[in-house]
């Protein structure tokens, strides 16, 4: 699959007629061309480009002091502060849960198109189509722009479920995560906060600001929190779901959808739960409910904890985004934790790791994939690199060859000394880039120094190999042609597979854990979470895993208004990634 088209498509003739949804063409596409879809399929996006480097780190900059000043959140006061209510034709409700979708088409859309069939077969388990969708945030990557949601999200979702109708029509929710905030939720409100088409595909968007409440069956609850990327609950969302614990009481329980595992990152960060336990001890607890679940996404996974109390906690943000670790979870946490810095909080009570996906060998099986990924799927990154090293090797040449010819080369060449500052500070600030969470510790200085200073040495090692060579002897300009030419490519493979070295070592002291899989893009071991709430209250939870998702498409032979565009040539092979759990 190129960015712009699908290939291995037949065009269908005779079109079906369906409904029109936001402006899109009311036909059926007869082929895969994006002027037939309406979008256009992208690729994963390469983590490590240069330029998407730069551009995340500006946009986390840009949100961390601006922020404040972006947040709409206070202005969504002046909207309808609707609560919904979500019960399906039985008396019971089917309620799917996915997260951090929106990247690449191949794994976003096998994703959304099981969401939308009407009926899976897993694993001797008969699952209907569900009522109720909830994203849990991080709906597309790696910008909220507009172009960026149609191509990344809404267009894959409108395919896989074009049209529905009243009362098959299932509802929408979505949590915004951090990277729905970067444009201080423009793109979000106009998507998922509507008061006109409120259409998602086929989907029906149910909620009038960024956090939502639904009434479920059997007084169970759904709560959607945003906390504009762990900051704080704002005052009128307090004051919203205020109203909403007005209506729970000793029997109500609560399934809450945060944008982030709170839990797990407090074990780096004890402050990241804090939200969260406020949350729950000041709008809550005083009314008696208890919090049956908590649920997230944001760490492109599958993972459960439960507690004493017999309360899950769950990511499943494995929705289409480079899949996220599981070998280096932790086994047990406290949630809150003990030395948060809170002056209150609820009681600290232990919870174990009672499940994941993929499981820790399979994980760890993955990391050493990034000796051949990294290259492929960054490019651009190994060309940076090789800039980097053809710059350090031109110093090195220049400072070590006193002929007099080479004063040409010595005057072209970037300061020795600066190269190699240059080259460490970077590798240093690499090993804890700013946009991501948590304290730096002596073991990021550590790495990152050593990884700078094994690009010293390599660079030393390509300067005496390319002194032993005759390009440095020919009249200038021509060595320096012939190390564009020759040794930027080859010194940048052989930087990246340093680079991939270093990410495989300094994952194992837990350094660059994203880095190490974001830079591999992996597009399978994706999934998602049906639950079932019986019309007794009981909850039954199904975290449905896709080992592979499915690379080549096909226009849909059936033409049905409301069967998906496109179909995998090779059928997707949904399991359960663990029995599934029941709670009361």
Not at 30 to 36: A, G, I, M, Q, Y
Not at 279 to 285: C, D, G, Y
Not at 286 to 310: E, K, N
Request: one cysteine or more; proline letters at 9%; charged letters at 20%.
């Amino acid at each position: 699959m190129t960015d712009d088209h699908i290939p291995g498509d037949e065009p269908v003739d005779r079109p079906a007629r369906g409904e029109a949804d936001g402006g899109r063409a009311s036909r059926r596409p007869r082929s895969t061309d994006p002027l037939e879809l309406g979008f256009t399929p992208r690729r994963p996006v390469p983590w490590l480009a240069p330029f998407l480097l730069i551009s995340t780190g500006l946009r986390t900059l840009l949100a961390l002091l601006f922020g404040a000043y972006l947040d709409k959140r206070e202005l969504q006061k002046a909207l309808d502060a609707e609560v919904a209510r979500q019960v399906g034709p039985d008396g019971g409700l089917w309620l799917d849960y996915v997260a951090d979708l929106g990247d690449g088409f191949n794994a976003t859309y096998s994703v959304a198109y099981l969401l939308a069939q009407r009926e899976l077969a897993v694993d001797g388990h008969r699952l209907p189509r569900a009522q109720t969708l909830v994203m849990g945030g991080d709906q597309v990557y790696p910008s909220a722009a507009y172009e960026a949601y149609e191509d990344r999200c809404k267009g894959p979702y409108q395919a896989a479920l074009p049209v529905t109708t009243p009362p098959e029509q299932p509802t929408i929710f979505a949590v915004p995560g951090n990277h729905d905030w970067y444009d201080g939720l423009t793109a979000f409100l106009r998507l998922f906060v509507r008061t006109r088409d409120r259409h998602f595909g086929g989907w029906r968007t149910g909620q009038s600001r960024s956090y939502f409440a639904a009434e479920l069956p059997a007084d169970w609850w759904l709560l959607g929190l945003d906390d504009q990327s762990g900051s704080y609950v704002d005052d009128p969302q307090l004051t919203y779901f205020d109203t909403v614990a007005e209506k729970l009481g000793p029997q109500s329980r609560v399934i809450l959808a945060v944008p982030a595992p709170a839990w797990v990152k407090a074990v780096d960060d004890p402050s990241a739960y804090d939200s969260i336990d406020y949350f729950i001890r000041t709008i809550v607890a005083p009314t008696g409910a208890r919090v049956r679940l908590l649920i997230s996404g944001d760490l492109h996974h599958y993972a459960r904890y439960t507690g004493p109390d017999g309360r899950q906690l769950v990511t499943s943000g494995s929705g289409g985004a480079y899949l996220y670790p599981t070998h280096q979870l932790p086994e047990r946490i406290e949630v809150p934790p003990r030395d948060t810095l809170a002056r209150r909080s609820s009681p600290s009570q232990p919870y174990e790791l009672a499940g994941r996906y993929p499981d820790a060998a399979r994980s760890r099986r993955y990391g050493w994939g990034i000796f051949s990924r990294l290259p492929l799927r960054n490019p651009g990154f190994a060309s940076m690199l090789g800039v980097l090293h053809t710059l350090l090797m031109l110093s090195m040449t220049g400072v070590t060859d006193f002929r007099a010819e080479a004063s040409e080369q010595r005057l072209f060449s970037v300061p020795l000394v600066m190269m190699v500052l240059v080259t460490v500070l970077a590798a240093a600030l690499f090993a804890k880039p700013p946009s991501s969470t948590g304290k730096r510790h002596a073991r990021h200085w550590i790495l990152g120094v050593g990884h700078g200073l094994a690009h010293v040495g390599l660079a030393a090692a390509g300067t005496w190999a390319w002194l032993a060579l005759p390009f440095h002897d020919w009249p200038w300009p021509l060595p320096a042609v012939a190390a564009v030419a020759v040794y930027l490519p080859v010194s940048g493979l052989v930087a990246g597979q340093l680079v991939a070295a270093y990410l495989l070592v300094a994952s194992v002291f837990g350094v660059n854990v994203n880095e190490l899989f974001a830079g591999q893009g992996i597009e399978d071991a994706k999934g998602f979470v049906r639950l079932r709430i019986d019309p007794d209250g009981t909850l039954t939870l199904y975290p449905i895993a896709i080992d592979r998702v499915a690379r080549n498409w096909r226009v849909n032979p059936d033409q049905s208004p409301d069967s998906s565009w496109l179909t995998p040539r090779t059928p997707l092979r949904p399991r359960l990634a663990e029995p599934p759990i029941t709670l009361t």
